[in-house]
């Protein structure tokens, strides 16, 4: 997974409780994004930062907060989780050896009741 | 996304090629690439190809890439069980990439 790790592997939470996912990447990498895959839908930007303390929405930001405070970790926060944020998260990671090819974490499986 | 479209199923049988295909929609994106998905992983990137190349191989894996029709496809001779996955197409443009829906192949011995 290119160096890069999810936490945690899987969630349960309940209508209304908040979490926040946490990505590192252990290289020295500027652009980092988070997705969400949902079936039939393939995967879809929430958000994405270019660099340290820059972020950017995506496709589908409604609904989450992201933190760049460094240049290790991007975090993605559910303030008030809703059943259809039921989902599997994955972080990515642009190394820049090839152009802005995406590298991915293993991915975080959510489930909102 | 709705960008990039491709097939949800293909059955193959093993031994046999597989063509996946998909079609993008961004005529200015650098680089096409393919990623595979095991069953509960992440994404695996299986191979790319610059956007001024029509052709590239990669031991058994061909991408032809027809710009004029902005069609892509994968082609994965001798399938294998452990080719069983589901495969993304995506383009990227501006340091995004758009992804296909992906398609799941599954093969049959």
């Known amino acids: 997974n290119a160096g890069v790790t999810q936490t945690p592997k899987f969630q349960v939470l309940k209508t209304g409780q908040s979490m926040t996912l946490q990505c590192a990447q252990d290289?020295?990498?500027?652009?980092m994004y988070w997705y969400r895959q949902d079936p039939g839908m393939g995967l879809r930007l929430i958000y994405y930062s270019a660099s340290e303390g820059t972020t950017d929405k995506g496709e589908v930001p409604n609904g989450y907060n992201v933190s760049r405070l460094n240049k290790r970790e991007f975090s993605l926060r559910l303030e008030s989780a809703a059943p259809s944020q039921t989902s599997v998260y994955f972080c990515a990671i642009v190394p820049g050896q090839l152009g802005d090819t995406q590298y991915f974490g293993p991915g975080t499986r959510l489930t909102v009741l | 996304g709705e960008d990039v479209e491709q097939s949800l199923f293909l059955s193959v049988r093993e031994g046999d090629s597989s063509v996946i295909n998909c079609t993008y929609t961004?005529?200015?994106?650098?680089?096409l690439y393919w990623y595979k998905q095991e069953p509960g992983a992440g994404l695996q990137l299986l191979t790319y190809i610059f956007s001024n190349m029509d052709m590239k191989q990669d031991q058994r894996l061909t991408v032809l890439l027809n710009k004029k029709d902005k069609h892509l496809s994968l082609r994965i001779a001798d399938t294998q069980t452990g080719d069983s996955a589901i495969y993304f197409c995506a383009e990227s443009n501006d340091y995004k990439l758009s992804f296909g829906a992906g398609t799941t192949v599954t093969v049959r011995a």
């Open positions: 290289m020295n990498h500027n652009s």
């Open positions: 961004d005529s200015s994106s650098t680089y």
